[in-house]
């Protein structure tokens, strides 16, 4: 079965602090992608992965992928209140046209 | 780059009633189409895809099929709509044509089933 679990659903963090989300798949993939959705809107494309021991970095984020483990982390350094919003990693499974999505990390970030 | 054109923007219909939501893409050809839905405050569900005209994939049968008349045209629809049908409706395409394209969304249309 394909699968994509995250981990934690719901964080609240004040800002200055860091912290991680974790994103986990069931079966082989080489290419992962995080997304941002606002509150009542669309999801827009934040990084992607597509080999084992990427990296990328945007601002105060910072995503990696580790295949082998078949991890992914979005790590957030000393978070702001813009940062507020629900984010989602999605893996496009080798030798499927399927993209699917973690259950989303709701982040508030507390003044 | 790609635009996806999504209507309505919001739609209330009563359980029962049909249903047609229409997605049309700008800037590219033949691309893979996806049908996603979320429901309140959850996370994405694949609900179709399509790798041409003609040619649908179901994840999540039920009540809902899928339609792709043209190339850049994918159709969602049900004949009789339930209350568990409510949610943001989001049609999707790879930004680009290799394989390693992230999705691009449309702004979806949110359905509430009364």
């Known amino acids: 079965e394909l699968k994509v679990e995250q981990n934690p659903l719901f964080l609240s963090m004040q800002e200055g602090k860091n912290y991680t989300i974790y994103c986990n798949y069931s079966t082989t993939s080489d290419r992962l992608y995080w997304y941002r959705q606002d509150p009542g809107k669309s999801l827009e494309s934040l990084f992607v992965?597509?080999?084992?021991?990427a990296v990328k970095q945007e601002g105060r984020l910072m995503a990696s992928l580790d295949t082998k483990a078949r991890l992914s982390t979005l790590h957030i350094t000393a978070a702001v209140h813009d940062l507020s919003a629900t984010y989602f990693c999605?893996?496009?499974?080798?030798?499927?046209?399927?993209?699917?999505f973690g259950t989303g990390t709701r982040l508030k970030v507390l003044a | 780059s790609q635009t996806i054109h999504q209507w309505p923007a919001t739609l209330v219909q009563p359980v029962g009633s049909p249903l047609s939501l229409e997605c049309t893409v700008e800037?590219?050809?033949?691309?893979?189409l996806y049908w996603y839905r979320q429901a309140a405050g959850r996370g994405l569900q694949l609900l179709f895809y399509s790798v041409g005209i003609g040619q649908i994939s179901s994840e999540v049968p039920q009540n809902l099929s899928a339609s792709r008349p043209q190339d850049r045209q994918f159709i969602l629809s049900s004949k009789k709509l339930l209350l568990s049908d409510s949610g943001f409706y989001l049609c999707a395409c790879p930004l680009g044509r290799l394989l390693d394209s992230p999705l691009h969304f449309g702004n979806g249309t949110r359905l509430t089933v009364t």
């Open positions: 999605a893996v496009d499974f080798t030798g499927t046209y399927k993209y699917i």
């Open positions: 800037g590219t050809s033949n691309p893979n």
């Open positions: 992965l597509l080999s084992n021991g």
